[in-house]
């Protein structure tokens, strides 16, 4: 029986029934099933539990269906920067499990497999891991996390023939791989479907066995999350002193690193790499080797594969799945991660994904790095907007890892966190003294100023 359908609609013609649970790939609005999504939508279905890294932007990708009232829950990583999508969860109009991005592509991954659960360091003694089993391995605690399975699989692809072989397209693939395995019933649309045998077998990325309906996508927007624009004397992004923090974390890179930057303040950090320093970065939607950044502020994903932006590839440079690139980060690979916080304890416990009644973005990737990588950087203001200090003896902040920072850089100063023994300050900004550290630290810390 052919697995090509004329179009969108008729691919989902039989599938769909409320209360039903869809996954969709894509990692923001990248390598989203466009075609499929408007579909979904059209037919009205409601009471959906929708499966993803995140529920796209307001009014587009999974958006959509929040905007017309038809999910009744959402497992996801990132809430990211959907407003309605974060309005719903705080008023409790929509029910909300947050998912490590390491974690939930495991899962996904799990589920596809006939796996039924396994354990992860990630999330451990965090909110998102409350109540759930846990196990020592080796004198560490793990946290058992179920498969997830789906009734209906979404995903997008740059070619498939019509036997249903897909090939992704760089950062696209992300976790449409893993999400094609996990629906009873698995819908692809691709860019250009072609004839079984014109593929090459060899660049396959999901097998025809996956996928039990293909449409070729009539058209394809492929939106951008933020475009970032340079130039803006005012622009918080290029304010002097975040330049000064992302050049003084990039001092923490060795030859030879594998390093992973989060957003904001840590993406400057690949402005001031050290020349002849060999540096590879690695990010989590599945990219690693990548050069120079094309602005002084960001590389966005979306934009480069909407081919709006481009990168200079290093020899060496490799794109794979989001499950393989937590795969890096959870398996000890990545030398060094530079993040953001809300707040960091002297203990080195850190809070960067929620304050709770006011904001919800989710953990990302941030919990699965935290556990994973070898040593850990903290870009953040001293304090808050109000002027209190997010330097403290505890988190007040749900936690995102206990005891895994190394090192904070502030705009006022530099802090190491030294095991068992709190904070050292060891450097002052120009213009700081100590005892306007002091005044801003919510935690007595000790003095080793570097001359």
């Known amino acids: 029986m052919s697995k090509v359908y004329s179009d969108p609609t008729a691919a989902l013609d039989g599938l769909l029934h409320d209360n039903m649970t869809i996954a969709a790939g894509g990692f923001g609005l990248c390598g989203i099933p466009e075609n499929l999504i408007a579909a979904l939508r059209d037919s009205g279905v409601k009471g959906l539990t929708i499966v993803g890294n995140n529920a796209g932007v307001d009014g587009f990708g999974m958006g959509v269906l929040l905007t017309t009232r038809q999910v009744k829950k959402v497992m996801a990583s990132y809430v990211g920067e959907n407003k309605e999508f974060e309005r719903q969860v705080l008023s409790g109009e929509l029910e909300l499990e947050l998912i490590p991005q ?13 796996i039924p659960g396994f354990y992860t360091r990630t999330g451990f003694g965090t909110k998102l891991t409350e109540g759930k089993e846990t196990k020592a391995f080796d004198g560490k605690e793990y946290v058992l996390e179920p498969g997830i399975t789906a009734d209906v699989s979404l995903v997008k692809a740059w070619k498939g023939d019509k036997s249903g072989n897909l090939i ?36 396959i990325h999901t097998p025809g ?29 290029e304010s002097p002193i975040r330049q000064v923090m992302a050049k003084r974390a990039a001092q923490e890179l060795r030859d030879g690193y594998y390093v992973n930057l989060g957003i904001g303040i840590p993406t400057l950090v690949a402005n001031f ?9 690695q990010s989590e939607n599945g990219l690693l080797g990548i050069g120079p950044f094309p602005t002084e502020d960001t590389v966005d994903p979306d934009l480069i594969n909407a081919g709006k932006q481009t990168i200079t590839e290093t020899p060496g440079s490799a794109y794979f799945s989001s499950a393989d ?13 530079i993040l953001g916080a809300l707040e960091v304890a002297d203990n080195g416990d850190i809070a960067n994904w929620m304050v709770p009644g006011k904001m919800v973005k989710g953990p990302g990737g941030a919990m ?49 966190v030294k095991d068992g023994d709190g904070l050292v300050l060891t450097e002052l ?11 801003k630290t919510g935690v007595p810390f000790k003095v080793a100023l570097k001359r």
């Open 429 to 439: 900004h120009p213009g700081v003294t100590e005892e306007d550290i002091r005044a």
């Open 273 to 281: 790499i050290p020349e002849g320093m060999n540096v590879t970065l």
């Open 325 to 337: 690139s937590f795969a890096m980060i959870r398996g000890g690979h990545i030398d060094l991660a």
């Open 102 to 114: 390491g974690t939930l592509a495991e899962r996904l991954r799990a589920g596809g497999a006939g």
């Open 368 to 416: 699965d790095l935290v556990a994973g990588v070898k040593r850990v950087v903290a870009v953040m203001e001293h304090v808050a907007k109000d002027g209190s200090p997010k330097i403290l003896k505890q988190c007040t902040l749900p936690i995102t890892g206990l005891g895994v920072v190394n090192l904070i850089i502030t705009d006022l100063c530099v802090f190491e």
């Open 209 to 237: 066995i996956y996928v039990d309906r293909i449409i070729q996508g009539a058209s394809y927007e492929k939106r951008i999350e933020f475009r970032t624009v340079q130039g803006t004397a005012a622009s918080k992004k």
């Open 168 to 203: 992704y397209r760089k950062t696209s693939r992300n976790f449409n791989p893993m999400i094609a395995t996990i629906g009873k019933v698995c819908v692809a649309e691709v860019e250009q479907l072609v004839e079984v045998g014109e593929l090459d077998p060899d660049q």
